[in-house]
């Protein structure tokens, strides 16, 4: 089973390497939305200053939505999810590597590059830190529930559309946590608190989304 | 219609069009689309109220005054025709100097007095040494235009 | 001389070899001097001090970025409208430069902006136009990257090249336009320069550096894009033949 | 051995078939034939246990195969109308991911053998979205020449957009399948010539449903 | 040519209404990510309303995106688009036609429930009334923008991220002067200025993106 | 006339084809044949001026195609291995957009009888997405039985996934195009029994052409 879990994440992190724009734009995608609000929402330092952790957190939530929106979909489309429906191994597993590979190419890459943008906001030293801490943990969160929601609109329309819709109620306690880590620790509060709420997330999603996620792909399927 | 009236009409359409839109573009830059505000305009109410948005103009020869705390300024933003006065806390841009240009970011108080929150430097686009500005700043007290060799 | 000659792959190949070093000489000699007026010469400015000196990359570096945008989407058009394939690849080695340039010219002006503004950043016309000028390689670069079929990339790129031209006069006039925090232009066409003559010669002289640079590290970049794109081709095979 | 018991589709109000049975051995081929909608498709996706029927059951050695699970499909090997191929990969790189994942012995000279079996030697650089419609489709089907192992094979028009060419390959391979010992089942419009100790074909019509031993 | 027009704007109406849940989508992503910016920021009232004009556009422009990623995508891999380039009739119209349809469906019914969300910043009558005016003159520029995107990334696995990485740099003016607008308004000014250039905006884009869409299209299909 | 002159055509390195040129005067047939990946498509997409050949070209009554654009596809019907149907439409539905955008008449009753007439009566209700893999192919070529008007029709793989009785009505229903002096361009694996007066194959091979007349 494990060499079938292999493979899965092998194929997924190769494909991605064929068509290595799409990590990329995942990660600009991140890059220009925090850099849109400004823009909105007008120059003033100091506004800027409190709406920082804010503003990178929601387009790290988008981010990570828009790419995910479409994480079987190429698969359900060519006939793919159907032979892994079919195969030895339970469907949930595959799921789980589907999305870990997915979490590896587009969303540590975001976790990685948050400090420059934060940079950009000033914000301090921990608060830095808080910021990638916070996403190092509440990315895979977002990964795994915007599998769900990819799994439950699959073959769908408007699955475009349709899975922030779904998914983003779910996430808005990650955003809460995530943003809120942040603002706790630049306000000198410390983030633990925050921090381990978003690692009970992440528990209790790792532990159900993929089992939902193959439930949701079964039903697609019939 | 026939294909080649189409397509002068097609190429007379998109012609208006662009027509149409480099008026409306005129339009807008006749009015109010700025990153500051001159010291007038504010004074005419041209800047919005209750709100922050940026000044702009030269800080006033003279009204720099600094209050015992060190951090907090009082000078005067002037466009030479009408003036407001500044207060700010904070650190101030070296090139904050009286006379030359200034940005500041506030709002204005309902005694008329501008809070800042960040000023800024403005610089003009003269370059030239110490001595050429020592000798500029001589012949322009004779006459007002700027002449650089 | 038969101009057309050099329109194809096969012959432009060894002539841009042969022409890239004598650009990076220039780009070197161009920029020895260049480098020793800025920073030996060059007097101090009477009201910025010695950070002033940034000027000497900073411009250059924010002209080579318009410039360079507007030579792509020319040569990205040619392609476009003649089918002229060594046109369209010139656009493609262009773009990594432009990109280039723009990004120095914007770590530059804010390393700038903090000693004289008294901010890294701000979000005036001049600042955020140069900024879409930065996304718009990016989006030119990230447009051909995914594109497998190179004819494909190369079209659908000049789509996009084309329509981004509206921002360059954009960023040039949005010191007019607008009343922006960056300043107004110290060299035009039309007025006298606002700047003593030694700065003026320095800049002027990096200037030539940069627009050197550009064109020989442009110049590599179109032989090894020739290379990857022809590779089937039986020019480059016995050319690889002849190097073995 | 592959049961099928009083199994009936519906869709919708329509019933597309009811009472199909049949039981499948070793060495056996079935081929479903029947108008364009007549439920061919239907039918092969409940002999998978993709989709459930709405009365009958399916069964492998004695236990329906919505019970058995991944123990079925361990034994199976479907071909649909889509191809289950990656644009993006090759073909051997396509053949080999899909055969980790079943499960099979992909070692590099046999997905080559395979890859060669089926015509498609000469196009290895090239991932499989530049391919043909008939390429693509034998690359889908080269998974075949690696999965000998499998006693149960599920084909849902194979010969669609191949050539004469292919079709004669794919025939081969299903022939030598029977004769090892392995069942096939297949929908086709076109006639298949495939070499086989008992074949029995189980017309759908129009929905009304006959099933008729050929040999 | 006409009456071709009216068929392809007809059929995407159609189809629209056979899938209710994308316009209704479209409207449901535009409304959350509004109401998920105070989450991420906090709930301070005077900082969201100086935010909010900036939040309400960017989640226009997003929101817009996002549908318009795809606004080609299904007739590409049908065939239908290459059935229309095969059409007597001109390309750019086809897709001036379809650019209207999509604005009409996922467009429009931002302009109309945008003053719901000015409200629940808390904006006053004229802005409200300013925010619409420029969605209304914004949003079509959106889709003309989006639709050259669109046009351009057909058929490419990572359509879903490039989009917008190729759009939102040309749409950042339209996202500045429009809610440069509504603030404008709010603070006493008067929009004009704001509203022509964003009029300006969208005559050069409807003179433009059709033809430049068009190209795309042909450029996909060789 | 639809003339062809020195067609070339070139995928990445490989030359599919090279040299190819034919006349297809009013009521002719021209079948291309060849091995999957031969180049069928590719050729068909050239004919029909939706890719551009490396070399050559391709005329109508004298002009070239690229050059005629509109004007030529007001005259043509093209049916690809893509069948052209929104999945969320009827049948009838799609039809009519289709013929509305080629400028054909497209009243219900044509339409109608169109559908009756490709054997999809009694699905008319049905969403096509609902149809099998036969019945949709059988929808995208009912357009064809409203192409009366257009002169040349290009057809690429018709017959692919039609059973025995659809691959029947396309027959004849081509065969009454040519017999009004119509010119079919098509491709198939299959044999095509199609009344023609004057028939040409041309071979594309494994890249190797020829072209001959087969009456
Ligand atoms: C990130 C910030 C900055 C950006 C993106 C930027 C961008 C540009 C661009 C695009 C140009 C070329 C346009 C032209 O030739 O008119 C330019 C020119 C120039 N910039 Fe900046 N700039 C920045 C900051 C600064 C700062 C802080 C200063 C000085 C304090 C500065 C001084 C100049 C000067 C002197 C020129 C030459 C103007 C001329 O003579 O034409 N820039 N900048
Ligand atoms: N909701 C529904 N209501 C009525 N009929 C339906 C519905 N959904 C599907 N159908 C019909 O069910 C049948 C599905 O058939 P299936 O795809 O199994 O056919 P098939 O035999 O594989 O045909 P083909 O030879 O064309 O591949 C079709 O006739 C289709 O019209
Ligand atoms: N970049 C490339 N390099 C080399 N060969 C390529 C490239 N792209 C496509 N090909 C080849 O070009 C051919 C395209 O053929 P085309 O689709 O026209 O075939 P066809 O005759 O229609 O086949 P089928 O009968 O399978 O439909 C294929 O053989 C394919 O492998
Ligand atoms: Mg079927
Ligand atoms: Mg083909």
């Given at each position: 089973?494990?060499?079938?879990l292999r493979t899965v994440i092998r194929r997924d992190l190769l494909l991605a390497m064929r068509n290595k724009?799409d990590a990329?734009?995942?990660?600009?995608?991140?890059?220009?939305?925090?850099?849109?609000?400004?823009?909105?929402?007008?120059?003033?330092?100091?506004?800027?200053?409190?709406?920082?952790?804010?503003?990178?957190?929601?387009?790290?939530?988008?981010?990570?939505?828009?790419?995910?929106?479409?994480?079987?979909?190429a698969d359900?489309?060519?006939?793919t999810?159907?032979?892994?429906?079919?195969?030895?191994?339970?469907?949930?597993?595959?799921?789980?590597a589907k999305?870990l590979a997915h979490?590896l190419v587009?969303?540590?890459?975001?976790?990685?590059?948050?400090?420059?943008?934060?940079?950009?906001?000033?914000?301090?030293?921990?608060?830095?830190?808080?910021?990638?801490?916070?996403?190092?943990?509440?990315?895979?969160?977002?990964?795994?529930?915007?599998?769900?929601?990819?799994?439950?609109?699959?073959?769908?329309?408007?699955?475009?559309?349709?899975?922030?819709?779904?998914?983003?109620?779910?996430?808005?306690?990650?955003?809460?946590?995530?943003?809120?880590?942040?603002?706790?620790?630049?306000?000198?509060?410390?983030?633990?608190?925050?921090?381990?709420?978003?690692?009970?997330?992440?528990?209790?999603?790792?532990?159900?989304?993929?089992?939902?996620?193959?439930?949701?792909?079964?039903?697609?399927?019939? | 219609?026939?294909?080649?009236?189409?397509?002068?009409?097609?190429?007379?359409?998109?012609?208006?069009?662009?027509?149409?839109?480099?008026?409306?573009?005129?339009?807008?830059?006749?009015?109010?689309?700025?990153?500051?505000?001159?010291?007038?305009?504010?004074?005419?109410?041209?800047?919005?109220?209750?709100?922050?948005?940026?000044?702009?103009?030269?800080?006033?020869?003279?009204?720099?005054?600094?209050?015992?705390?060190?951090?907090?300024?009082?000078?005067?933003?002037?466009?030479?025709?009408?003036?407001?006065?500044?207060?700010?806390?904070?650190?101030?841009?070296?090139?904050?100097?009286?006379?030359?240009?200034?940005?500041?970011?506030?709002?204005?108080?309902?005694?008329?007095?501008?809070?800042?929150?960040?000023?800024?430097?403005?610089?003009?686009?003269?370059?030239?040494?110490?001595?050429?500005?020592?000798?500029?700043?001589?012949?322009?007290?004779?006459?007002?235009?700027?002449?650089?060799? | 001389?038969?101009?057309?000659?050099?329109?194809?792959?096969?012959?432009?190949?060894?002539?841009?070899?042969?022409?890239?070093?004598?650009?990076?000489?220039?780009?070197?000699?161009?920029?020895?001097?260049?480098?020793?007026?800025?920073?030996?010469?060059?007097?101090?400015?009477?009201?910025?001090?010695?950070?002033?000196?940034?000027?000497?990359?900073?411009?250059?570096?924010?002209?080579?970025?318009?410039?360079?945008?507007?030579?792509?989407?020319?040569?990205?058009?040619?392609?476009?409208?003649?089918?002229?394939?060594?046109?369209?690849?010139?656009?493609?080695?262009?773009?990594?430069?432009?990109?280039?340039?723009?990004?120095?010219?914007?770590?530059?002006?804010?390393?700038?902006?903090?000693?004289?503004?008294?901010?890294?950043?701000?979000?005036?016309?001049?600042?955020?136009?140069?900024?879409?000028?930065?996304?718009?390689?990016?989006?030119?670069?990230?447009?051909?990257?995914?594109?497998?079929?190179?004819?494909?990339?190369?079209?659908?790129?000049?789509?996009?090249?084309?329509?981004?031209?509206?921002?360059?006069?954009?960023?040039?006039?949005?010191?007019?336009?607008?009343?922006?925090?960056?300043?107004?232009?110290?060299?035009?066409?039309?007025?006298?320069?606002?700047?003593?003559?030694?700065?003026?010669?320095?800049?002027?002289?990096?200037?030539?550096?940069?627009?050197?640079?550009?064109?020989?590290?442009?110049?590599?970049?179109?032989?090894?894009?020739?290379?990857?794109?022809?590779?089937?081709?039986?020019?480059?095979?016995?050319?690889?033949?002849?190097?073995? | 051995?592959?049961?099928?018991?009083?199994?009936?589709?519906?869709?919708?109000?329509?019933?597309?078939?009811?009472?199909?049975?049949?039981?499948?051995?070793?060495?056996?081929?079935?081929?479903?034939?029947?108008?364009?909608?007549?439920?061919?498709?239907?039918?092969?996706?409940?002999?998978?246990?993709?989709?459930?029927?709405?009365?009958?059951?399916?069964?492998?050695?004695?236990?329906?195969?919505?019970?058995?699970?991944?123990?079925?499909?361990?034994?199976?090997?479907?071909?649909?109308?889509?191809?289950?191929l990656k644009d993006e990969l090759t073909a051997a790189e396509n053949l080999e991911i899909a055969?980790a994942l079943?499960?099979?012995?992909a070692?590099?000279?046999?997905?080559?053998?395979?890859?060669?079996?089926?015509?498609?030697?000469?196009?290895?650089?090239?991932p499989v979205?530049?391919?043909?419609?008939?390429?693509?489709?034998?690359?889908?089907?080269?998974?075949?020449?690696?999965?000998?192992?499998?006693?149960?094979?599920?084909?849902?028009?194979?010969?669609?957009?191949?050539?004469?060419?292919?079709?004669?390959?794919?025939?081969?391979?299903?022939?030598?399948?029977?004769?090892?010992?392995?069942?096939?089942?297949?929908?086709?419009?076109?006639?298949?010539?495939?070499?086989?100790?008992?074949?029995?074909?189980?017309?759908?019509?129009?929905?009304?449903?006959?099933?008729?031993?050929?040999?």
């Amino acid at each position: 089973m494990l060499a079938a879990l292999r493979t899965v994440i092998r194929r997924d992190l190769l494909l991605a390497m064929r068509n290595k724009s799409d990590a990329a734009n995942t990660l600009l995608f991140f890059v220009i939305v925090s850099s849109l609000f400004p823009l909105g929402v007008g120059p003033e330092p100091a506004l800027l200053r409190t709406i920082a952790p804010g503003v990178v957190w929601v387009a790290a939530l988008l981010a990570s939505m828009l790419a995910l929106a479409r994480l079987f979909a190429a698969d359900y489309a060519d006939g793919t999810l159907e032979q892994l429906a079919l195969a030895p191994q339970p469907l949930a597993a595959f799921v789980a590597a589907k999305i870990l590979a997915h979490w590896l190419v587009s969303g540590l890459p975001l976790v990685l590059i948050a400090p420059l943008l934060g940079l950009q906001f000033d914000l301090s030293g921990t608060a830095l830190l808080t910021l990638m801490a916070s996403l190092l943990i509440g990315t895979p969160v977002l990964s795994l529930l915007g599998a769900v929601g990819a799994a439950l609109t699959l073959g769908l329309r408007a699955s475009g559309v349709l899975v922030p819709l779904i998914v983003l109620p779910l996430t808005v306690p990650v955003l809460v946590f995530g943003a809120g880590a942040v603002e706790a620790a630049s306000s000198g509060l410390g983030a633990q608190a925050h921090l381990s709420l978003l690692g009970a997330f992440l528990l209790i999603s790792a532990a159900l989304s993929p089992w939902a996620a193959a439930v949701g792909i079964r039903i697609a399927l019939e | 219609m026939k294909p080649r009236h189409k397509k002068m009409a097609l190429i007379a359409g998109g012609l208006a069009a662009l027509g149409a839109a480099a008026a409306l573009v005129l339009n807008a830059f006749q009015s109010n689309l700025v990153f500051f505000f001159s010291p007038s305009q504010v004074m005419a109410n041209e800047a919005p109220r209750d709100r922050t948005f940026r000044i702009g103009g030269l800080v006033e020869a003279g009204s720099v005054k600094r209050r015992t705390d060190g951090l907090t300024v009082h000078f005067n933003v002037t466009d030479t025709a009408k003036t407001i006065p500044v207060v700010f806390s904070g650190i101030l841009p070296d090139l904050f100097r009286e006379g030359k240009g200034v940005v500041a970011q506030g709002k204005l108080g309902s005694d008329g007095v501008f809070h800042a929150t960040q000023v800024l430097a403005k610089h003009d686009e003269n370059y030239m040494p110490p001595e050429a500005a020592h000798a500029v700043a001589q012949a322009g007290k004779a006459q007002k235009t700027v002449i650089v060799k | 001389m038969n101009w057309f000659k050099y329109s194809s792959p096969a012959t432009f190949y060894p002539l841009a070899g042969k022409m890239a070093p004598w650009f990076f000489a220039a780009a070197a000699l161009s920029a020895v001097p260049g480098l020793y007026i800025s920073f030996f010469v060059a007097p101090t400015d009477f009201q910025q001090g010695e950070s002033y000196r940034i000027i000497f990359i900073h411009v250059p570096a924010a002209w080579m970025s318009m410039f360079i945008y507007v030579v792509m989407a020319f040569w990205a058009g040619v392609g476009l409208a003649f089918n002229t394939r060594l046109s369209s690849m010139m656009a493609s080695a262009l773009a990594p430069t432009g990109a280039l340039m723009t990004f120095i010219a914007l770590w530059t002006g804010s390393l700038w902006g903090k000693p004289t503004w008294g901010a890294w950043w701000v979000w005036d016309a001049r600042l955020t136009s140069e900024l879409i000028l930065l996304f718009l390689y990016f989006g030119f670069m990230a447009l051909q990257a995914a594109i497998d079929d190179p004819r494909r990339a190369d079209k659908a790129g000049a789509v996009l090249a084309l329509l981004g031209v509206v921002n360059v006069p954009i960023i040039y006039f949005s010191v007019q336009w607008w009343n922006t925090l960056h300043q107004g232009a110290s060299v035009s066409l039309t007025r006298s320069p606002t700047m003593a003559a030694t700065m003026l010669a320095g800049m002027l002289i990096m200037a030539l550096a940069f627009w050197m640079y550009s064109i020989a590290a442009s110049l590599l970049r179109v032989r090894s894009i020739i290379l990857e794109r022809e590779r089937a081709a039986d020019w480059v095979r016995e050319w690889r033949e002849a190097a073995r | 051995m592959l049961e099928a018991r009083e199994l009936e589709a519906t869709r919708g109000s329509a019933t597309l078939f009811r009472g199909i049975g049949f039981a499948l051995r070793p060495g056996a081929l079935l081929r479903v034939t029947g108008a364009n909608g007549s439920g061919k498709t239907s039918l092969l996706r409940v002999l998978c246990g993709l989709a459930a029927p709405s009365a009958g059951e399916v069964r492998w050695n004695g236990t329906d195969v919505r019970a058995l699970r991944e123990d079925y499909w361990k034994q199976l090997a479907y071909v649909g109308h889509a191809n289950a191929l990656k644009d993006e990969l090759t073909a051997a790189e396509n053949l080999e991911i899909a055969c980790a994942l079943a499960g099979l012995d992909a070692a590099p000279a046999r997905v080559q053998a395979a890859i060669a079996r089926f015509g498609l030697a000469g196009r290895e650089r090239l991932p499989v979205k530049l391919l043909s419609q008939g390429q693509r489709r034998r690359a889908a089907l080269a998974r075949l020449a690696l999965s000998e192992a499998l006693p149960l094979w599920i084909l849902d028009e194979p010969f669609s957009a191949l050539d004469a060419d292919a079709v004669e390959r794919v025939q081969s391979a299903a022939g030598e399948h029977l004769a090892r010992g392995g069942m096939i089942v297949l929908t086709t419009h076109q006639e298949a010539r495939i070499e086989a100790r008992s074949a029995t074909d189980i017309n759908l019509g129009d929905g009304r449903t006959e099933a008729r031993p050929s040999h």
